[in-house]
């Protein structure tokens, strides 16, 4: 069967319905995901039945669609430690990862919001990608994801491959929601940015060394002290990411532009110096 017509299994009679729900039990058994959103079409107390049983004892995908279907129709409060459960027995799975991510984001509230960063914890960029982008979305902070301000430094944070500064940004974000949640506006949290008006020369010389590499002049430590602004913070971040590539000769640049207060720099160059990596 390659499709079902959900649309039409919304219109059918109790009796037809039944027809429909025996008819999808093979796909069922074979832990098809269609056969649950089928079933959930079709809200008859057979098929919830069958919906539950998928919920306790299925597999993959069918089970995430039963827990989401559960949620949608009936704001299930099982729903949500299930999807968690399930991320944390999968982080070594990035596609059913990011299929569970789409699934909480779906759903609101701060125990979602906890789930999204449960998949944070993952090693596969995609992933954690995915969750920081929809709890940004959630909150409207995705607004000011702009180069140097700070949501994309949060960005940068949580989707680094050192553990210390993944630790530090995933504390940063609960701390942001906790106040979100207790009634503070987006100027209040600091998360308000706009986009950079013009690039220096300066920040011109790092974004060449970020993409090009070994191919690109290194800046000098004079290049750095003429950045401006928010310039600074994502010369940091893309500085940062050279270091993840164990590119060595940032690690001048980035202790010069603040090693010894800045504890995102002070974090990644001691996971460097250790050889930490998530994962």
């Not at 919304?10 to 098809?32: H, K, N």
């Not at 998928?54 to 430690?81: I, K, N």
């Not at 800045?262 to 460097?272: E, K, S």
Request: charged letters at 25%.
């Amino acid at each position: 069967m390659d499709s079902l017509d959900l649309v039409a299994l919304r219109q059918l009679d109790e009796r037809e319905g039944e027809s429909a729900r025996q008819l999808v039990q093979p796909l069922l058994d074979d832990g098809d995901p269609r056969a649950v959103d089928a079933l959930g079409e079709l809200k008859t107390k057979m098929a919830w039945q069958d919906i539950e049983r998928v919920f306790h004892t299925g597999w993959g995908s069918a089970q995430v669609h039963a827990a989401m279907w559960l949620w949608l129709e009936q704001q299930d409060p099982r729903s949500v430690p299930k999807l968690r459960s399930m991320l944390a027995a999968n982080l070594e799975a990035p596609t059913f990862l990011l299929e569970i991510v789409g699934t909480v984001a779906r759903i609101g509230g701060a125990e979602t919001d906890e789930a999204l960063i449960d998949a944070m914890a993952s090693k596969h960029l995609r992933v954690v990608g995915a969750a920081a982008t929809a709890l940004f979305a959630r909150y409207g902070w995705d607004a000011y994801e702009h180069e140097g301000a700070p949501i994309l430094t949060l960005r940068c944070g949580l989707t680094s491959d050192f553990p210390s500064v993944r630790s530090t940004a995933i504390d940063e974000l609960r701390a942001l929601l906790v106040r979100r949640r207790a009634g503070q506006g987006d100027a209040q949290l600091g998360v308000v940015g706009a986009p950079l008006v013009a690039r220096s020369a300066a920040l011109g010389e790092i974004v060449q060394l970020a993409f090009r590499g070994a191919a690109a002049a290194m800046p000098t430590k004079a290049t750095l002290d003429e950045l401006q602004g928010g310039e600074c913070d994502w010369a940091i971040d893309l500085l940062l990411g050279r270091l993840e590539q164990n590119d060595m000769r940032v690690i001048p640049l980035l202790q010069h532009l603040g090693g010894d207060r800045n504890c995102r720099i002070n974090a990644a160059l001691g996971d460097h110096a250790a050889g930490r990596r998530v994962g």
